[in-house]
């Protein structure tokens, strides 16, 4: 509980400094330090990117990256499936490297070799986790050193194309595509790098991609789209492309599926590891639910039992019929509850249930299958 309220006042915090666009004098002189700190942030990553990209570990594979230039929260996971479902569906050998971020261990790991999920999201991480269940005849492999991955990959699963999932600040292996991601929401945050705003490069780092991408496009606002779409353009030669999140399912925490109108009607808890809860708040509520409260957690958080028993105590003591958790979230919840089944109180006075989203695009598909040379 206590976790939980800190958590969220971190997040506020966050949200103060690094979201809000429109800052007053007051603010930009009290955080004129932080903005000191921002510029040599900038110029420490512009030398990194010089030094290290002439020396990038090139593979004889088709290296795809898809990556942000803003702190979390783009939809990196639901673009990487999208890529690989592309690919596999033109019977390409492909295989997904990411960091793992979130996992204890730092050495190699395959998560799936293509026909079964071999760790747990706690050993692979959970957005590993996600991907390789939405991806079951792919690879997923995890670790740090994304050129030795690459190299596993191609020597152990004969792979043709590699997705590296988060991946256009990795400069230590070659690619030949660099897909840069966008919230439509707030593409930019307050414009600064870190620790003033939440940028890890600046806008210049942009003539490094080679396409950008334009995601959660039903909560952004159409003249500043449009505006973005026209500097991102002029930036890369290339239009966005667009796309916009849809609830494919809600299904039970042992995956059983209950539809998209299961919440229509119902009073929710909802309960959350996200870098931007909020547009979880909004998926749930489209679905017809009334949100009665929630337990935000930190990215990639690991929950523990304390952590569900206090959700669900939470949850019980504001009439909620229902809790409802993210994808990744139920990657590491699911198996604690099996692990320690009175994690939640029994019998349960609410059910635990999954939202399951997907990308859909709406405009440049045509465009992605040229850049990515299928």
């Excluded at 290296?63 to 999208?82: C, D, H, R």
């Excluded at 003249?223 to 991102?232: I, S, T």
């Excluded at 003591?317 to 809790?323: D, K």
Aim: aromatic share 6%; hydrophobic share 45%.
């Amino acid at each position: 509980m206590l976790f939980a309220v800190s958590q969220n006042s971190l997040r506020s915090i966050i949200s103060l400094l690094w979201l809000q666009r429109d800052e007053s004098l007051f603010r930009k002189l009290l955080l004129f330090p932080l903005w000191i700190l921002s510029l040599f942030v900038a110029l420490v990553v512009r030398q990194r990117r010089v030094r290290l990209s002439p020396l990038a570990h090139r593979v004889s594979a088709r290296v795809i990256s898809v990556g942000n230039i803003a702190v979390g929260g783009t939809g990196k996971t639901p673009v990487t499936i999208e890529l690989g479902q592309r690919l596999v569906a033109r019977g390409r050998r492909v295989a997904i490297l990411s960091r793992g971020y979130g996992r204890k261990e730092t050495e190699p790991l395959v998560v799936s070799d293509g026909t079964s999920i071999l760790a747990t999201a706690e050993e692979g991480g959970d957005e590993p986790i996600v991907i390789a269940q939405a991806l079951p005849s792919v690879p997923v492999l995890v670790g740090q050193d994304r050129a030795a991955l690459a190299d596993m990959a191609i020597e152990r699963f004969g792979c043709e194309f590699l997705l590296l999932d988060d991946g256009f600040q990795h400069l230590k292996l070659a690619r030949d595509v660099d897909i840069v991601l966008f919230d439509g929401s707030n593409p930019f945050g307050n414009g600064h790098l870190i620790p003033r705003g939440p940028l890890r490069e600046g806008k210049s780092a942009l003539r490094h991609a080679n396409l950008t991408w334009i995601t959660k496009l039903e909560n952004a606002r159409p003249g500043e789209v449009e505006a973005l779409a026209a500097q991102l353009e002029s930036m890369t030669g290339r239009p966005p492309i667009f796309s916009t999140t849809r609830v494919r399912d809600v299904t039970e925490l042992s995956g059983e599926s209950l539809g998209t109108k299961a919440l229509a009607g119902a009073r929710v808890f909802l309960a959350c590891g996200l870098a931007r809860p909020e547009a979880f708040h909004k998926t749930v509520q489209s679905l017809g639910a009334t949100i009665v409260g929630e337990a935000l957690f930190d990215d990639h958080h690991t929950f523990c039992a304390a952590d569900l028993a206090s959700i669900e105590a939470r949850a019980r003591a504001l009439g909620a019929e229902t809790i409802a958790i993210t994808a990744k979230d139920a990657a590491k919840i699911q198996a604690i509850a099996q692990a320690a089944p009175d994690a939640f109180e029994e019998p349960l006075s609410c059910r635990v249930v999954v939202v399951h989203v997907q990308l859909e695009i709406v405009s440049g598909s045509a465009l992605l299958d040229e850049v990515l040379a299928l």
